[in-house]
């Protein structure tokens, strides 16, 4: 079983519509959880962090976390072209970051 | 201020041989940790030092090794190249080591290895 799983994707959302990425996590441990934007070609950009459970906003993101359930979703409201990336989920474990494969995300204008 | 810095951007080498890469973390940072992203895949992590120390090793072979400077600059040997060495490397510096601090990634080095 892998440690942070989030589906493949692509993920396609038209433009202003939201998008839901979801991630699970086996480290029930975990206390820290982060999703970064990777557009093509470029390094990891830092969108959330959340380490509490429920919802924490930030404009049009909403970073979700249920510990209970291993679970960690990431909202994109009025989604944007601009957003098209690949989304990864970061969970800590142990001074490090274990990450997802990343979910492409296409938002189609 | 200026963010985390690698060194090259790009890098063409050939099996067998040895490639140093380097990265100066955001100033006042004093960890600085290593990953390695394979197309298609997400970052996995190799190397974390704080204060000039080792404090966790990812799972990769001894040919990878890392060191930190005085500065909080690092540099990543990776020794008898691979064709599977090919990469995104990622330098990730974050202030202090726990496990809650967040990790700012440079640009990365894209090495090529034929």
Redesign the interface.
Known sequence: QKE?EQNSGPLSVPEGAIASLNCTYSDRGS??F?W?RQYSG?????IM?I?SNGDKEDGRFTAQLNKASQYVSLLIRDSQPSDSATY?C?V?G?????????TILRVKS | DAGVTQSPTHLIKTRGQHVTLRCSPISGHKSV?W?QQVL??????IF?YYEKEE??R?NFPDRFSARQFPNYSSELNVNALLLGDSA?Y?C?SSLL????D???????TRLTVL
């Open positions: 942070v206390q820290s982060f970064y470029k390094s990891p950009e830092l962090s380490y990864l970061a800590e142990g001074n490090k970051l274990v990450f997802g494969a990343g | 940790s990953y298609g895949q997400g970052p996995q992590f974390q404090r966790g990812g995104l990622l990730a080591r726990i496990s809650t967040t990790q700012y990634f440079g640009p990365g």
